[in-house]
């Protein structure tokens, strides 16, 4: 079972990060190959790509 937006925010809140930080965690448990910087990179240029699209 997959936590809900919801409850990954109050954890967010409970542990005062961002709720982004606790996604790209778990992203980065699931791809030990993927350093974090190189997630970042790839995020990074995909929002810059979906925001120019909207």
Do not use: C, W
């Not at 990060?17 to 790209?24: D, E, K, N, T, W």
């Amino acid at each position: 079972m997959s936590p809900t937006i919801d409850k990954i925010e109050d954890l967010a809140t409970i542990l005062r990060v961002h709720p982004l930080s606790l996604i790209a965690l778990g992203y980065l448990f699931e791809n030990p190959e993927q350093t974090a910087s190189e997630m970042f990179i790839q995020v990074k240029k995909e929002l810059q790509e979906l925001k120019a699209s909207i």
